[in-house]
């Protein structure tokens, strides 16, 4: 009995302790083979991964910034990429459809806050109130859960103003390429009206963010249109303005972030930017898409004059779908610092200097200096009579920089 307890135990123990031994390695085998197979499975998706998302970012690309000429095909226009070979360019009457693109930088010598400036931007000035991010203020889906802080800080701050703001030099400036029957279009993000009021025709002028002059309900069967003196009458007794019809909130006419642009917006960009042989860019830091992708949609050798304060980033701002994608989708910008450059120029300054400096080597200063002085005298004697008589404002050198304080 013991023997056999030993000989079946011990063939137990061998048989048990082989076939054991046996099923553990074969497990492991496979489980090598399997994890070696998911891995190259693995990188096989990946590869095409890759692959797709280079094909996106290619299309993005070409839908986006156009097509990609060959390198051999660039010619400079320009005699020298200085101002003074834009003027020259303009003088000598090789452009006829210049295209105007304006930020925030074109308004601010009227008073109006940009958004980026350090310390005097809009978004520096925001800490107070506790938003979840300066672009807060501006978001659709925000100003739906929580319109109160857009009509305190935005609304009632500075566009229960807008009538008391002038337009500036620059604005002015871009009226005149529009009596002289040299614009073609005018592009801005701004929604301040000084366009508008300026004078620039409406039919050349693409709002691309819309403005603030119109308001409609947000209610989905209402949308019942309001002006902007209603809405100045109830934010001035610091209500929310709502719809006297359905009660919902009313919004300005204007784009706000988590919108689309408007389909005008988009007709008018396919219609004009293939025939432009000038784009003057002017206080934008090309930073907000799609707008700032619109400076790679003119022809190939067009040239391209940006007159801002600060010089723009070497790329585009990465395209929202660039980003969800996880692909560093960066478009082509600017030049004209670049060994390669062919047909950019770059006024680092003020909109207003910039376009009183291309004035004078145009030979139109003098023109430009009494069309703002006389356009300001008009906006200075209709605000004295919204005042019942209000003391004259000077109109000497620091009017033509702003409004009179």
């Known amino acids: 009995m013991q023997g056999g307890d030993t000989a079946a135990g011990g063939d137990d123990g061998k048989s048990g302790s082989s076939a054991s031994g046996g099923l553990n390695s074969e497990a492991i085998n496979e489980a090598l083979n399997a994890s070696a197979d998911v891995e190259r499975?693995?990188?096989?998706?990946?590869?095409?991964?890759?692959?797709?998302?280079?094909?996106?970012?290619?299309?993005?690309?070409?839908?986006?910034?156009?097509?990609?000429?060959?390198?051999?095909?660039?010619?400079?226009?320009?005699?020298?990429?200085?101002?003074?070979?834009?003027?020259?360019?303009?003088?000598?009457?090789?452009?006829?459809?210049i295209i105007t693109m304006v930020g925030a930088g074109i308004s601010t010598s009227a008073g109006i806050p940009d958004f980026r400036s350090k310390n005097t931007g809009l978004y520096d000035n925001l800490k107070e109130y506790n938003l979840p991010s300066p672009s807060s203020l501006f978001s659709i889906d925000y100003f739906k859960k929580n319109p109160e802080p857009f009509f305190k800080i935005r609304v009632r701050d500075f566009y229960m103003k807008v009538g008391e703001y002038q337009p500036t030099p620059a604005h002015y400036f871009i009226k005149m390429l529009a009596d002289k029957g040299l614009l073609l279009r005018h592009y801005t993000q701004n929604i301040d009206t000084l366009d508008t009021r300026a004078g620039i025709p409406e039919d050349k002028t693409v709002l691309a963010h819309g403005s603030f002059a119109s308001w409609h309900c947000l209610g989905e069967d209402c949308k019942t249109s309001y002006t902007l003196e209603w809405v100045k009458k109830i934010v001035n007794d610091d209500k929310i303005p709502r719809c006297?019809?359905?009660?919902?909130?009313?919004?300005?006419?204007?784009?706000f972030f988590g919108e689309s642009l408007s389909a005008n917006f988009h007709e008018s960009v396919e219609q004009d930017f293939g025939k432009c042989d000038l784009l003057i860019i002017l206080g934008t830091s090309l930073s907000v898409q799609p707008f700032c992708s619109l400076i790679n949609r003119v022809p190939v050798n067009t040239p391209r004059l940006i007159i801002n304060k600060d010089k723009p980033n070497d790329t585009l701002a990465q395209d929202a779908v660039g980003s969800f994608l996880g692909i560093d989708l960066q478009f082509p910008s600017l030049l004209f610092d670049k060994d390669d450059n062919y047909r950019d120029v770059a006024y680092i300054g003020t909109c207003d200097d910039g376009c009183y400096k291309l004035a004078s080597l145009l030979g139109w200063q003098d023109h430009l200096k009494r069309m703002v002085e006389k356009e300001h005298q008009v906006t200075d004697e209709a605000s004295r009579g919204k005042t019942h008589g209000s003391k004259c404002h000077s109109h000497g050198a620091n009017q033509l920089e702003g409004p009179s304080k």
């Open 41 to 97: 499975k693995w990188k096989e998706m990946e590869n095409k991964m890759a692959q797709i998302q280079a094909g996106v970012a290619n299309m993005l690309v070409q839908l986006v910034a156009g097509p990609n000429e060959p390198a051999e095909k660039t010619q400079q226009l320009l005699d020298e990429l200085t101002l003074q070979g834009v003027a020259k360019y303009i003088h000598d009457g090789k452009c006829r459809n």
């Open 244 to 255: 006297t019809k359905c009660k919902s909130v009313i919004r300005p006419d204007i784009v």
